[in-house]
């Protein structure tokens, strides 16, 4: 895969640097400097400007995940995809001038996110190999552990809580706060902080381990929110992105795939919360900068918003008039009220005329 990306330009307050930096991209393919591909869109040519300090790739590795993030000439790899990936993995790695990783994280053995860690496990030295268990019946995972051990290193579930440097970055492990019998919720997430600027990853953590994170106290606010699960309805409810409240979130999946990710429910929460929206599935690898004020997005393939979140108000009117009440309280509220219960004692209600039947009374707060 060749990475090819956006030029970088001055930069501006977040949410005005990505409205323009559409518009800027959008007049450089008018004047025809992008070649075109196969299925009509476009391919924005490598930038010959410097890199960030700071830079998140959400390598385009099709039905799965897995992010590199550099900082300061260090790097650390977060999932690698399925096994089939790990070739396509590496050659990425290598292209971006990794030598070694500090850091290698698991999110959980699903081979969609553990499969492609063997191979880079068999090519680049690592410091540290991570992930939320130490066993797994899947070959995947075992292969996984095998060169793990062959560098000589064990495999280490971390605690939350845990804080590790990279270059001038930190990085926080989150979650999960309990034990879940369910793989998918017992993803590492992460928070990743440079400068002012803020990154979670979450793997393929679902709504129950959601909403234990976020009644854990944990500090989730983040302008770059990985969206959990490849864009599926089971995951990024509405008290969780309330608690995130990103400008931008980032959804690996794969093109056409099989499971309809990202899911319309999805999407609609991400669009009624004005969170900007990109897909590798449509826009191939994502790469994200930061100078630790203000960010810089690079990717593969123009595609103009209305196709990235699709949803459309005027024929979306349960997703854009949906209310939650509390079950115990019996009141109803908007998705962006500050006053949400707990996602135990949540219910979803379409409109307001059906809360209203269903014996609720609104929320003198936020709705008027």
Do not use: M, R, W
């Given at each position: 895969m060749e990475n090819r990306k956006e030029e970088k330009v001055t930069l501006l307050p977040r949410r005005l640097f990505l409205r323009l930096a559409a518009l800027a991209l959008a007049a450089v393919l008018a004047l025809g400097l992008t070649a075109c591909d196969s299925n009509g869109g476009h391919i924005v040519k490598p930038s010959t400007g410097a890199s960030q300090p700071f830079e998140m790739h959400f390598i385009d590795v099709g039905q799965a995940l897995s992010v590199l993030v550099e900082c300061d000439g260090q790097f650390m790899l977060y999932d690698g995809g399925n096994v089939d990936d790990g070739s396509l993995v590496v050659s990425y790695l290598q292209k971006q001038g990794v030598e070694q990783l500090?850091?290698?994280?698991?999110?959980?053995?699903?081979?969609?996110?553990v499969g492609g860690l063997a191979a880079v496990m068999a090519k680049f030295p690592a410091g540290?190999?991570?992930?939320?268990v130490t066993e797994s019946s899947t070959k995947c995972f075992n292969d996984f552990v095998k060169y793990t051990q062959q560098q000589g290193l064990q495999l280490e579930v971390?605690?939350?809580?845990t804080v590790w440097p990279l270059g001038s970055a930190t990085v926080t492990l989150l979650g999960p706060v309990t034990q879940y019998s369910e793989t998918n919720n017992t993803s590492l997430v992460l928070r990743i902080d440079y400068g002012n600027t803020s990154f979670l990853l979450t793997g393929d953590m679902e709504n129950t381990a959601e909403t234990d994170?976020?009644?854990?106290g944990a500090n989730l606010k983040a302008d770059?929110?990985?969206?959990?699960?490849?864009?599926?309805?089971?995951?990024?409810?509405?008290?969780f992105l309330n608690a995130v409240l990103p400008e931008m979130g980032v959804i690996s999946c794969g093109k056409n795939n099989k499971y309809g990710h990202p899911h319309e429910e999805t999407l609609s929460i991400l669009r009624d919360a004005k969170v900007d929206v990109y897909r590798t599935d449509l826009q191939?690898?994502?790469?994200?900068?930061?100078?630790?004020?203000?960010?810089?997005?690079?990717?593969?393939h123009f595609v103009p918003d209305s196709q990235l979140n699709p949803t459309d108000p005027s024929s979306s009117s349960t997703a854009q008039q949906a209310y939650i009440?509390?079950?115990?309280?019996?009141?109803?509220h908007l998705p962006t009220c500050a006053n949400l219960p707990a996602g135990k004692n949540q219910i979803l209600f379409s409109s307001y005329d059906e809360a209203i039947a269903a014996g609720y009374t609104p929320c003198a707060s936020c709705i008027k």
């Open positions: 500090q850091y290698v994280f698991c999110s959980h053995a699903h081979e969609d996110h540290h190999a991570y992930s939320p971390p605690s939350v809580g994170l976020v009644n854990s770059v929110l990985q969206v959990g699960h490849h864009g599926s309805s089971t995951s990024t409810g509405y008290l191939g690898t994502i790469t994200i900068g930061s100078d630790g004020q203000n960010f810089t997005v690079g990717t593969e009440g509390n079950v115990n309280s019996k009141k109803f």
